[in-house]
């Protein structure tokens, strides 16, 4: 065999490997896009159950703050009204906590201890956390006496209160955008 032999060889070799590299490469590009577009479906769903979430919870949570602040419809609500919107959302987010990261976990938490006290009494709901002098104030003649028996002797600092919950709503405005 002569050099040249080896050199057709050789030819013969890479005219039979460039259509198996083009279809082996062709099939990575395929499993890749493949992938992508598979995570890119996952990231759509989640976002979706997200927003859903959000709807669900955000009008909640502003009534809340709004009783607390004596702003906006807060005389719409009552302390029972309350704690069922907070009950309400406790199992939200019970049941989707692992969608979202872990500072929504923890911001919501610091918002309920800043609102509620909670496991005052075996059987009996949470107490509301309400800074009384600043919600009677806020709420003049329309504040109502039979509130009191629902709020927490450890009252709450309604701008504390305000503070957790933009901290929240930023949170779980962010886990919307995808931040």
């Not at 050199?7 to 395929?30: F, N």
């Not at 419809?73 to 199992?91: G, S």
């Amino acid at each position: 065999m002569t050099g040249s032999d080896w050199l057709e060889y050789a030819k013969l070799g890479v005219s039979a490997l460039t259509p198996l590299m083009t279809g082996l490469i062709g099939l990575l590009v395929v499993r890749l896009g493949t992938k992508v577009e598979a995570t890119k479906q996952l990231n759509q769903e989640l976002l979706r159950k997200r927003l859903n979430l959000f709807e669900e919870l955000a009008p909640k949570l502003n009534d809340i703050h709004c009783f607390y602040q004596a702003v906006g419809h807060w005389a719409d609500l009552n302390p029972e009204e309350v704690i069922r919107r907070k009950r309400a959302i406790d199992r939200a987010i019970q049941v989707n906590r692992y969608l979202f990261h872990s500072d929504f976990w923890n911001e919501y938490q610091r918002f309920e201890e800043a609102h509620f006290e909670m496991f005052s009494a075996p059987g009996q709901p949470a107490r509301l956390r309400l800074d009384l002098d600043h919600v009677g104030k806020r709420a003049g003649a329309a504040f109502q006496k039979d509130w009191v028996s629902s709020a927490s002797a450890k009252p709450g600092n309604h701008q504390d209160q305000v503070k957790h919950y933009q901290a929240l709503m930023e949170i779980l405005g962010r886990e919307i955008r995808g931040a």
